[in-house]
Structure formats: C-alpha cells, structure tokens
C-alpha cells in the first residue's frame, strides 16, 4: 500500500478506503506540483545547483511525499496519524509561493516607516476645519465640497410665475455635497434593483417556473445569468456602463444597479422557492382565482424578506456607491481620486471620515429597521388597526418619501434618455468582450494577475484575521469583566472595528501605496485592513453566542481565566472562525478584483491601467470571463464548505 | 349528494395513489374516512375539489360534474367545499381577521379584493365566524402567534366563511393533542349537526371515527375496501383494514 501511495500520492490510502483523505492527499499534491511549475519562470523560489536552476520548494514537495508513504504504512498497521504534517506542508509551498508572487517586501514596512506617519497624521488632522481670518474655527472650503454649502440661488421658477416673488431673486439654497450625492445614488440604485429584480426573481425560482412550459430552460438561463452578473464587481461595471451612458451620477447608479438587480434576484429568488405552498392550496381551495391567490397567500410571505433583503441593500449600496465614482464618475469616489491625483491627503482623509460617519449611520438603520421587519408585528391587543390613510404619521413619511425621492432623482444626474443613445463604442464593446482573445501572452498575462489576485486575498484574509483575533477577545462581552476599565476598551475596539470595516479595502489602498509604494503588497495591505475590521466583528460576535455553562464549569473548578479561556472558549469558536475566514477569503477575492483600480496590482489593474483605456476589449473580455469562473468557483466551494464546518 | 365514481389517481411518477374508487355521500353525513398512512386518503379528498386532477373516473356534486367543470365553474364549485388541512395552512404573516376573510375571496369581485377590501357584511360575518369559534378577541393579531388548536379553529372559520354545503377535512386533528382534537372534531359535528354542512373528514384512531362519524370508507393502498357504519369495523374488518399485526389503539 505504501508503495501505491509512492507511486500515485494518495493512491494508498484511497485503497485502504479511506477515501477523503485519499482524495485530498492527491489534490494537495496536484496543486504544490502546479503551483511550482506555473511559478517557475515567475523566478519565485529560486535555487541554483550547478548550472540547473529549479526551486527549492521541490523540497518540501518531497517531504509530502515522504509523509504521504509513511501515512499509507501507518494505516496498514491500523494507527491513524493526524493529517496535520501534510496541510503544513502544502500550506507552506502555497504561502511562500503567495508571499513572492504578491510581492511582499517587508523590509519596505520598515525604511519607508517615515511615509507611513505622515499619512497617518494627515489622516488624524482631515481637511475639514480651517481658522478664519478672525482665528475662529470655520468648516473649511473641502468640507464644502463633502457635505454640501448654502449657497443663494435663483428662487424656483414656480414662485416666480405664481407671482409671489420677483424674478431674480436670491434666496439662501444647499447645495449638496459629494457624501450626500453618495446617499442618494445608493437610494437610487436600491430602489431601481429591488423593482426589477421581483419579476425577475420569480423566473429564477423553482416553484414558478416549474408550472410553465419550458420552464426548466427559463430556469437555468436566468440562474446563469444572476450569477455571472454578479460575479462582476459593481466598478467593472462602471468602467463598461461609461461607454453606454457617459461618464457621471448616472453611469453610477446604472452600475450599482446591474450588480444589486443580481445579487437581490438571487436572494429573492431563493425566498420564493421556499415559500410556504400550504396557504397557496389553502386559498385556491376556497375558489379564489390566480390573482387573488398570488395577493392573499404569495405576497405576505414573501413582502417582509423581500424588504429585508432590500435594506440589507441599501446598506450594501451605499458603501458600493462610495466607490463607484472612482471609475463611474459621481458621487464621493471621484473626489477621492480627484484628491489623490492632486496628491491632497487631508482631502482625502476628511472623504474616510464622512464616509464612516454616513455607512455607520447607515449600517445601524438598516440593521435595526430589519431587526422589526425579523420580529413582525405582533399585535396582542384586540383592537382594529388603523387603516394607514387615516394616520398622520404615514402621510407624513409618504410624503417626505416622495420628496427625497425626487431630490435623489435630480441629485444622481438620471437621463433615461441617455440610456438609448449609447456611444457607437458602447456597441464595439460588446461584441468585442464576447470575443474572448485567447492570445498566449494575453491568457498567460490574465492567469498571473488572477492568481495574484487570489493570493493578495488568501494572505489578506491570512494577515488580517490573524491581527483581528487577540482583538476580538477583548471585544467580546463575555470574556471581558465588569469593570470599567474592560469596558472602555470593549467600546474602543469595537468603534475600531466597526469604522475601519465601514470602509471599502480599495479607499484604503491610498494609504499603503503611499506607504509601500505601488503594488499587489499595497493591494494586500489594504484588503487586511477592511478584513480586520469585517473579521473582527464576527469573530468577536461567534465569541459571545458561546455557551457560556461551559466557562462557567470550568471558571468553577478553580482555574484562571486564561485557562478558561483555552478550554472553555477555544474548543467552540475554532469552526466559527475558520468558517468565517473562508467566507471572508471569498470576499475579498471579489474585493481583490478591483483593488488594482486604485493602484493596489492584480487582475483590476490589468483591467484598468492596460485594457479598458486602451480599447482591448476582447482582452478585457477573457479577463472578466476568468473574473467570473474563479469568483463563482470560490462561491460555491466556499458555501459547500461552510456547510460542512457548522 | 357526492358521487364519486370509479376514481383513479396514478402520479407522474408512477405511483398509483387511487385504484377505482366508487362511493356516495348523502346531504347531512359525517364521513369519515380511514385507512393506514399512505393509503391515500390525502389524495381523494384533493381529487374532489380538484387541487389534484383525477387521472380518470368521475366526480358528481348535486348533478355537476365537478371533473370536467371549466375552470370558472370550477371556482365556482369550490367556493362551496371548504377544506381544512392538518397542517392548518394560515397565512402565518397576516392576521387572523384576513385569513378568514380570504374564505369569502371565491365571492368577491377579483379587482376589489386584490386592493384589500371586504364589504362590512363579510367582515360582519367573519367576526361572528370567529367569536363562535371562541376567538372573538384574537382577530387582529398575527396567525402564527396562535398556539395550534386556535389555529386549526381559524381554519374552521375560514372555511365557514364560504358558506359550504361541503366540507373536507384531511387529517384535522392529527397534529393535535387528544383534548383539542376533541375540540376541533365537535365544532365539525357541530357544523354538520346545526348548519346541515355534509362533511368528509380523514381520520387516524378509530374511537373517534365511532364518537364522531355517521359512516366511514376504509382505503388500503388506493382501494376502497370498507364501507359502512363505523360500529362495522369489528376485528376482522379492522385487521383487513390496516394489516395483521396491528392493534387497536385508544386516545381518550
Ligand atoms: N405529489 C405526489 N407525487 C407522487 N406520489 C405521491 C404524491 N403525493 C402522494 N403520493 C403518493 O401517493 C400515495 C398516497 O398518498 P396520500 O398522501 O394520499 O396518502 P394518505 O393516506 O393521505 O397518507 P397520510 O396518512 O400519510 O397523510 C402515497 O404512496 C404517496 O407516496
Ligand atoms: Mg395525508
């Protein structure tokens, strides 16, 4: 058997039916083997014998293998090693191989240190205030620009044709600023993708198609078509949307539209298929027609997830639309690179800060907003509900509903005319990017960006989770005492991670280019940094659903808290964190995609900096298309797993 | 009168869940139905109303052949049946008062209804349904916020809203405890009894086949294969009925 396992790796031990383990030993296998041939002449982990150049990794290739024999002798004598060695390992070629290829270079940490502290200090002092003449502190002209000014303008036309007031005169207006026009563009594209994405959804669900004719090909056309859509980040969107429409407001919310229509269809779509069909007999037994049935027994159930998903949206869009403008034009994304071009990081810096202010805000109303939808209402009392249209309270958001919507709507530039005159460009586009270019040069150029990208995101997830774990401890509630002292640090580390997570990883590339200069490292750095704050999170909060009976046995019998910690704590959350930080490693290989649009290297950069400007669509196609297979590999092999651990 | 004649269900899938079965119900009765899980007791009564369309045989209500009714007709038929389902089957999300009103939908005008709106009369009578089912004070609050005995009673009520000369009910109390089967099963006498609403209902124990049903029909796998009073079903009918080695059973 060993022998098997010397010739074919795993080979043995699938023999002696202990399948996975064979499988998996053959896979590991596979990948360090392709791994190191790919990266070969990428000059990574190179060693020269004599006049032969190789990698020493072949090594440790060897060193799986040896365990590989002995693992298969093992269990012919019936012991069964842990597998341990072998993910070592494996794991090992993977994260040398990664470390070289993303380009890390520690060192730069270090002698570039001087550029880390100055952009740290002009992130503490955000260009926001400004002394004025007098030495009184004033809101400076850039806060203008973010959060809007008050400014005279012309009265409305309206007044002046009613007669109320002359022509000509100035009244006191706001104008809004960029954060604002932010909000409004992810209001917008909220609105738009929920419309559409409920017809469409009800043809991406099972249930519904199965009772009409060719059901089945409507079904798996539309459930491709989702998933592709959304496997392509809202600012590859943008930079395919500004040759249909221009560059502007509109072209953002268009992009933040495509890719939420998607992502809503698909979770609407899985809603409907799991409605309740007990009502549906219910009420067509009763002799109610189709409509009537869809009204009474398909809508309540599936309005209250509906809207939930929906706000889950907005709070998603909104953070999108932060960074949208960088390619979309619109919004505070392109004042953001406005400011880096001009190399103005105060600027900069006061854009961070009202986009943490604005998607704090906006995460906690739509978590909370859900939290009442999740819990219904749940009426105890016998008496008859108002109908709304008696309440002041519902005429007043209604109407306060329709004026931001029409505010929006002016705000984020929409042209629906635009929509049917795109560029002839826009035409070439199309037909060019479903024309794959299958160059040699361009593939091999397309792989090695891809698989940087995936990397930058195995070690951003690596790096920041690894940071974010000792983090966590500390804002857990149930680990931290009483006191006052645990307290304050449990709210500073939670403010820590709930500003750095609000905002996206490519708005901190900035920083680290800055830092380490240009690059896959800075892209990296940057993802671990909203990783830190996204993983933090979860972590801390997989921490406080433990059982805490355990801890409190254990904390019982006398032990310290360190040591209730490792035996009452770390058995329970260690399937948590590792499915967390494979969900997160899926996450920010999306996020990785896009990061090279703001300098931070990979696939986005390719994309950005060498295909889209220079019209090469059909490269910018086999790119995308790649785009696509890997993040929809990732997703399903992600939830599969995750499955699996919980 | 509902005549079921020669009645044959085969699924899609092949499975034979009805084998030609012929009977009659007469205005007024209490029929109860029995016979061992997957005998397809489930499955006749949806044959009758239609939510499952027979393969073959036919199905006469007060000389209507529901079978082959259009489907207008059809609509028009089953406003009449009302059924009740074991499993309840409220609209869990929207309030009891709606869920029994959607029992008058069959009336209504379509573009009316699909905007909310029931006249004073229905939502007169959907309140009265309710406080004789003892749950006048439960009407705005939300389904599934009833334990199942109350819910089961909602059903009844919605039901009741049709104004049925008919009514099935499939297995109405088996998700239930004994006491509140009790319950349920003398409301349905009581609608037999009082309203003079002819009813079919699928039952799992026998002593309340004999406390409750006027006649009863056996099926074993898809077969008719027992027809009379329920004080017929001696120990060998019961045997014949539900296979050798069962026992009886007693539920208080
Ligand atoms: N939709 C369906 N497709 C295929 N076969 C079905 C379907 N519904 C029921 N059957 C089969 O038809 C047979 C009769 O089922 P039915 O539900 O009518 O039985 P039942 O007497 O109501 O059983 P129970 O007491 O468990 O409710 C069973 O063998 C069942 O597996
Ligand atoms: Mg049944």
């Not at chain 1, 955000?126 to 806060?143: K, Q, T």
């Not at chain 2, 006469?60 to 009740?84: H, K, Y």
């Amino acid at each position: 058997m060993a022998f098997l396992s010397f010739v074919i790796p795993g080979a043995g031990q699938f023999y002696l039916k202990e399948r996975g383990r064979g499988g998996s030993i053959l896979a590991a296998a596979l990948v360090q083997f392709g791994l190191i041939s790919w990266s070969l002449n990428l000059k990574v982990a190179q060693w020269t014998v004599g006049r032969l150049t190789t990698s020493w990794l072949w090594i440790v290739v060897g060193l799986f293998w040896i365990w590989n024999v002995y693992d298969a002798y093992n269990i012919t004598q019936g012991k069964s090693g842990s597998g341990l060695i072998g993910i070592f390992l494996t794991a090992f070629v993977i994260y040398v191989i990664a470390w070289q290829v993303t380009d890390i270079r520690l060192d730069r940490l270090v002698t570039r240190f001087g550029n880390a502290l100055k952009i740290l200090n002009d992130i503490i002092h955000p260009d926001l205030f400004a002394r004025d003449a007098s030495g009184h502190w004033i809101p400076s002209e850039n806060f203008g620009y973010i959060f809007g000014t008050i400014q005279s303008q012309p009265v409305p036309d309206i007044l002046v044709r009613l007669k109320l007031v002359s022509a000509g005169t100035l009244i006191p207006g706001y104008q809004a600023g960029k954060i604002v026009e932010t909000i409004a563009l992810g209001l917008m594209a909220t609105l738009f993708s929920t419309i559409l994405a409920v017809p469409i959804s009800f043809l991406a669900a099972r249930n519904i198609t199965a009772r009409i004719p060719g059901g089945v090909v409507i079904y798996y056309v539309m459930r491709t078509f989702l998933n592709i859509v959304r496997a392509i980040d809202t600012l590859i969107w943008g930079l395919i949307v500004i040759l249909w429409v221009g560059l502007g407001s509109f072209a953002a919310v268009i992009a933040l539209t495509i890719h939420s229509i998607a992502a809503l269809g698909k979770l609407f779509s899985e809603e409907v298929e799991h409605i309740d069909a007990g009502p549906i007999e219910a009420v067509t037994a009763t002799g109610a027609n189709l409509f009537q049935t869809i009204r009474y027994a398909v809508i309540p159930q599936i309005v209250p997830p509906f809207l939930g998903y929906t706000l889950l949206r907005w709070d998603i869009n909104v953070r999108s639309a932060t960074i949208v403008g960088m390619v979309a034009g619109g919004g505070i994304g392109f004042f953001i690179i406005e400011s880096l071009r001009l190399s103005a990081y105060t600027q900069y810096a006061a854009a961070l800060w009202a986009i943490a202010v604005v998607v704090i805000i906006v995460d906690y109303i739509s978590a909370k907003w859900r939290e009442s939808i999740e819990a219904g209402v749940v009426q105890t009392s016998a008496a008859k509900p108002r109908p709304f249209y008696t309440s002041l309270r519902a005429w007043f958001f209604i109407v306060i509903g329709v004026a931001a919507f029409i505010y929006c709507w002016n705000l984020s530039g929409i042209d629906l005319k635009a929509l049917f005159e795109p560029a002839p460009t826009f035409w070439q586009l199309i037909r060019s990017f479903v024309s794959f270019n299958l160059d040699p040069e361009v593939t091999s150029a397309v792989i090695a960006q891809m698989m940087i990208t995936i990397f930058q995101a195995l070690l951003a997830t690596t790096l920041g989770g690894l940071v974010a774990i000792p983090f966590s401890f500390l804002a857990a509630h149930n680990l931290m005492g009483r006191s006052r002292f645990s307290l304050v640090i449990y709210y500073l580390i939670r403010t820590l991670f709930n500003i750095v997570r609000s905002i996206e990883a490519i708005l901190y590339v900035a920083i680290f280019f800055y830092w380490v200069s240009f690059g896959p490292f800075a892209g990296m750095l940057a993802l671990s940094l909203t990783t830190f704050g996204l993983i933090g999170k979860l972590f801390s909060e997989s921490i406080e659903n433990i059982d805490s009976g355990l801890l409190e046995a254990i904390t019982a019998t006398g032990a310290t808290r360190f040591q209730a910690i490792v035996y009452g704590v770390l058995p329970q959350i260690v399937p948590p964190f590792v499915s967390y930080s494979i969900y997160q490693w899926d996450i920010n290989i999306r996020m990785a995609t896009i990061v090279g649009f703001a300098g931070g290297g990979g696939i986005g950069s390719l994309l950005y900096n060498n295909y889209f400007p220079f019209g090469e669509y059909r490269s910018a196609g086999t790119a995308v298309a790649l785009i696509v297979i890997v993040v929809a590999i990732m997703d399903f092999a992600s939830s599969k797993l995750r499955e699996k651990l919980i | 009168m509902l005549r079921v004649e020669h009645l044959t269900k085969i699924y899609p899938n092949g499975t034979t869940a009805l084998r030609d079965v012929s009977f009659e119900v007469n205005d007024g009765e209490f029929l109860a139905v029995i016979g061992l899980s997957g005998s397809g007791k489930s499955t006749l009564l949806r044959c009758i109303n239609r939510l499952i369309e027979p393969t073959s045989g036919r199905i006469i209500w007060n000389d209507l052949d529901v079978t082959a009714a259009p489907a207008s007709e059809l609509r028009n038929i089953r406003r009449q049946i009302g059924m009740i389902f074991q499993q309840f089957n409220l609209v869990k999300r929207s309030s009891v008062l709606t869920n029994v009103l959607a029992g008058r939908l069959g009336y209504n005008n379509p573009s009316q209804s699909l905007l909310n709106y029931f006249s004073p009369a229905d939502q007169k009578l959907a309140l009265e349904n309710l406080e004789q089912l003892g749950l006048a004070d439960k009407a705005h609050v939300r389904a599934d916020s009833l334990s199942g005995g109350q819910q089961q009673r909602v059903g009844i009520a919605r039901a009741l809203m049709q104004d049925p000369k008919l009514v099935l009910a499939d297995e109405p109390v088996a998700s239930l405890d004994p006491v509140l089967a009790h319950s349920i099963l003398k409301y349905l006498e009581q609608m037999n009894k009082e309203r003079k609403i002819t009813v079919l209902c699928s039952l799992h124990f026998l002593d309340l086949v004999h406390r409750y049903a006027t006649r009863a029909i056996a099926l074993k796998e898809g077969q008719l294969v027992f027809q009379g009073l329920p004080k017929e079903i001696d120990d060998a009918q019961f045997k014949a009925i539900y296979g050798q080695e069962a026992e009886r059973v007693t539920i208080i």
